[in-house]
């Protein structure tokens, strides 16, 4: 059954939302009241139901412990002038969820129990969504296979789960990062498409190898000689060069950003000629010498941007323009900013608005 009409509603009896230091949200420190929970066995989804935000009881043997089939999104809620709520792009969201499911054997969910389950939790728990600009509620939908067997194979199983949390602003200062070129995020017809857990844990080793040497974040490449640009370590890349707004297509080993489609559309509008194509580690150095790399940031759901202020690059440290309000990145993540808050027309029809 895949009605949400029959949802079940379980509160919780005493909010836990006192506790909450709204002046220092940070980042995944705290979660709602509650959560949306459905289970799918027998070859289809059983009722949802949201119960009060809980640990999950599983066997050992669960076989998303074993074999990695676990997958998640991460969406935001905004607080809007007018006090009502915007979550945003569900539909894109949705999509995406759908297509890690499927590379990791997993049930597709209908459009229906992800909108209402997210639609539901956020309404339920809408004093949670912060005021202050910059906060917002974050919403991580997953599903973990968890049929009970420790064989390899494909779980028949599941738990699709969606928490929320408020969070503050995740970067603060520009960053200095490393183009990666000895390990690599993701490869031609793996997984680096899908958002599922494993694409993560492999690529903690070397980001923390690229911390203790000093670096904010790695920049990923394809692995190829050529060292083609991919992503900049859990966010697209986006670079502004001799005014054109560029960044890698999206390819199997590439995560399609819902920050990145939302910055080329701006960008489009904004009058500025875009181009999603490769861009090499050479092209970025010589660019450098002529002075028309104006911009490298990454974009994501979590920070919005993330300014670069240094890119290693072939054993050299390449210093870039400082970050400015009148740059591409600034004027964008405002547009973005404003379109969520409802300071601005939402022609793009992004936001689902909950009151
Ligand atoms: C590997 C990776 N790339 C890019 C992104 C940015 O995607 P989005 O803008 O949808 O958050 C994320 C974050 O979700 C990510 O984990």
């Known amino acids: 059954m895949e009605t949400t009409n029959v949802l079940s509603i379980r509160k919780i009896a005493h909010s836990g939302i ?34 009060p935000f809980q640990n999950l009881i599983m066997a050992p043997t669960a076989l998303a412990l074993h074999y990695g089939q676990t997958v998640f999104e991460g969406m935001k809620a905004f607080r809007m002038d007018d006090g009502n709520i915007s979550i945003f792009r569900i539909d894109k969201h949705h999509q995406r969820f759908n297509r890690s499911l499927e590379r990791l054997c997993m049930p597709q969910l209908s459009f229906e129990l992800f909108s209402e389950g997210i639609k539901q939790l956020v309404m ?51 960053l200095k990062v490393k183009i990666e070129d000895t390990f690599i995020r993701a490869a031609k017809g793996g997984t680096g498409y899908a958002k599922c857990g494993g694409n993560y844990g492999a690529s903690f080793y070397p980001t923390q190898l690229a911390n203790s040497q000093g670096f904010d974040q790695v920049i990923w490449t394809d692995g190829s000689p050529e060292l083609n640009i991919e992503e900049s370590g859990t966010m697209n890349i986006i670079f502004v060069m001799d005014g054109v707004v560029t960044t890698p297509p999206l390819s199997d080993s590439i995560l399609d950003g819902i920050t990145r489609d939302s910055f080329l559309a701006i960008a489009l509008d904004l009058g500025y000629k875009i181009e999603e194509r490769k861009i090499n ?60 808050i409802g300071a601005r027309p939402d022609k793009y029809k992004w936001n689902t608005i909950i009151c």
Not at 32 to 38: G, K, P
Not at 147 to 169: L, M, N, Q, T
Not at 312 to 318: S, V
């Open 18 to 51: 006192d506790s909450v230091d709204f002046n220092d949200l940070g980042f995944g420190k705290y979660v709602t009241d509650h959560m949306f929970s459905a289970e799918y066995k027998f070859g289809t989804w059983q009722q949802p139901e949201i119960i």
């Open 124 to 174: 339920l728990d809408s004093a949670w969504v912060p005021k202050a600009p910059g906060t917002s509620l974050y919403i991580r939908p997953f599903m973990i296979a968890t049929e009970e067997r420790f064989g390899v194979k494909i779980s028949e199983e599941y738990k699709f789960i969606i928490f929320a949390g408020p969070v503050g602003v995740y970067y603060t200062k520009q």
């Open 281 to 340: 580690v050479r092209e970025l150095i010589e660019l450098h010498s002529k002075g028309k790399l104006q911009e490298v940031f990454g974009v994501g759901t979590a920070a919005v941007t993330a300014p670069i202020k240094t890119i290693h690059m072939l054993g050299k440290d390449y210093t870039l323009p400082a970050d400015n309000p009148d740059g591409f990145s600034q004027k964008a993540k405002k547009i973005l900013t404003d379109i969520r």
